[in-house]
T-cell receptor
Framework: GIQVEQSPPDLILQEGANSTLRCNFS?????LQWFHQNPWGQLINLFY???GTKQNGRLSATTVATERYSLLYISSSQTTDSGVYFC???????????FGAGTQVVVTP | DGGITQSPKYLFRKEGQNVTLSCEQN?????MYWYRQDPGQGLRLIYY???????QKGDIAEGYSVSREKKESFPLTVTSAQKNPTAFYLC???????????FGAGTRLSVL
């Protein structure tokens, strides 16, 4: 099946810093989603991004489908950005998703 | 408010007991999913349902059962056959038009 790898596994940031998270996938996909899991476990859908670039406030994401990777940018990080960031790609046409192992982000004041 | 409601937030299971986790959505989504998350790991698919009265096994269905009698509801039963049930369980539904997945707040299950 399709493999999804995220890097780095852990990231510690000082408040105000910028960072880039990466998601590589092993096969062609027609969409990719980024999620943020807060420290209480709630998963929030950040981006649905098959290709190109999208922006939402201080977060933006770019997917280069032909090269099988996606990047999530966090700018001017805040402590509320802490948590785990997951990317996920579909494994079939029924919406089944394969998740990466996640990047644990800690933003310190 | 529109969304996905999971209950209870915390659940304790005794040896040999079946327990049922509730998942209700008012987003009018056809597809619903159950995922399991173990500490420090990603999500693994237990069961999913594309339509009422139909559901499919995911990657780790053994020891679990589901039903889909109503569009809004997709309960998950953790049976006594699941020998390592301690985990965080997440229910999700999918917007058919956009394909985006939306999650409930989760249920933490522990064994007494």
């Amino acid at each position: 099946g399709i493999q999804v790898e995220q890097s780095p596994p852990d990231l510690i940031l000082q408040e105000g810093a910028n960072s880039t998270l990466r998601c590589n996938f092993s096969d062609s996909v027609n969409n990719l989603q980024w999620f943020h899991q807060n420290p209480w476990g709630q998963l929030i859908n950040l981006f649905y991004i098959p290709s190109g670039t999208k922006q939402n406030g201080r977060l933006s994401a770019t997917t280069v489908a032909t090269e099988r990777y996606s990047l999530l940018y966090i700018s001017s990080s805040q402590t509320t950005d802490s948590g785990v960031y997951f990317c996920a790609v579909p494994t079939d046409s029924w919406g089944k998703l394969q998740f990466g192992a996640g990047t644990q982000v800690v933003v310190t004041p | 408010d529109g969304g996905i409601t999971q209950s209870p937030k915390y659940l304790f299971r005794k040896e040999g007991q079946n327990v049922t986790l509730s998942c209700e959505q008012n987003l009018n989504h056809d597809a619903m999913y159950w995922y399991r998350q173990d500490p420090g790991q990603g999500l693994r698919l237990i069961y999913y349902s594309q339509i009422v009265n139909d559901f499919q096994k995911g990657d780790i269905a053994e020891g679990y059962s589901v039903s889909r009698e109503k569009k809004e509801s997709f309960p998950l039963t953790v049976t006594s056959a699941q020998k390592n049930p301690t985990a965080f369980y997440l229910c999700a539904s999918r917007n058919r038009d956009s394909g985006a997945l939306y999650f409930g707040a989760g249920t933490r299950l522990s064994v007494l």
